[in-house]
């Protein structure tokens, strides 16, 4: 089925570990985006992805970095996890902005 | 600069009643407007759109949603509220550099 998948669905780091989320889509979209959840505030922007060759600061950047590998693949690295990064991470594509977003199904990443 | 508001953190109604989710937005540019729904332990999944056509939009299960410019407005309702209903509503705001989410409506269905 086309859509987004992200990998993996479930992950515990220890405070410090490094790691990458990785994210593929295959509808062909130019833009790619990460974004994590929190209780109470919604989904927040961490980086994202105009086209191919292209990375841009969302609002919440601090601690990640990402990488736009080709026009399908999008992945987002922690350095060093800190408990702050405990979130559900969801990975987005969209080919223009007015014809909405597809999600992938989310990364529940524990940091302790 | 643009963000979306939306008014209740938790609606409760009856199953069979109608359903009224609120949302107010803020944007300097004539906006995209989505409705997302996220059931326990899920993705998102987009319920509808407005992207400047019509101002009411019809989306899937049912629901629906009008675009008020004066009011700045995008309330989702639904005339007759399922058990399956119950999920967290996002209302999103869309520019070129991604998507702005209000912070959810938990919607409860009593049975």
């Known amino acids: 089925n086309a859509g987004v998948t992200q990998t993996p669905k479930f992950q515990v780091l220890k405070t410090g570990q490094s790691m990458t989320l990785q994210c593929a889509q295959d509808?062909?979209?130019?833009?790619m985006y990460w974004y994590r959840q929190d209780p109470g505030m919604g989904l927040r922007l961490i980086y994202y992805?105009?086209?191919?060759?292209?990375?841009d600061k969302g609002e919440v950047p601090n601690g990640y970095n990402v990488s736009r590998l080709n026009k399908r693949e999008f992945s987002l690295r922690l350095e060093s996890a800190a408990p702050s990064q405990t979130s559900v991470y969801f990975c987005?594509?969209?080919?223009?902005?007015?014809?909405?977003?597809?999600f992938g199904s989310g990364t529940r990443l524990t940091v302790v | 600069a643009q963000s979306v508001t939306q008014l209740d953190s938790h609606v409760s109604v009856s199953e069979g009643t109608p359903v009224l989710l609120r949302c107010n937005y803020s944007?300097?540019?004539?906006?995209?407007l989505f409705w997302y729904v996220q059931h326990p332990n899920k993705g998102l999944q987009l319920l509808l759109k407005?992207?400047?056509?019509?101002?009411l939009v019809k989306g899937i299960n049912g629901f629906e949603a009008e675009f008020k410019k004066s009011e700045t407005s995008f309330h989702l309702t639904k005339p007759s509220a399922h058990m399956s209903d119950a999920a967290e509503y996002f209302c999103?705001?869309?520019?070129?550099?991604?998507?702005?989410f209000g912070k959810g409506t938990h919607l409860i269905i009593q049975p």
């Open positions: 987005a594509s969209s080919e223009t902005p007015e014809r909405g977003y597809t």
């Open positions: 509808m062909n979209h130019n833009s």
């Open positions: 992805s105009a086209s191919e060759g292209t990375t």
């Open positions: 944007s300097s540019y004539s906006p995209s």
């Open positions: 407005y992207t400047s056509a019509a101002t």
């Open positions: 999103v705001v869309s520019l070129a550099d991604g998507l702005t």
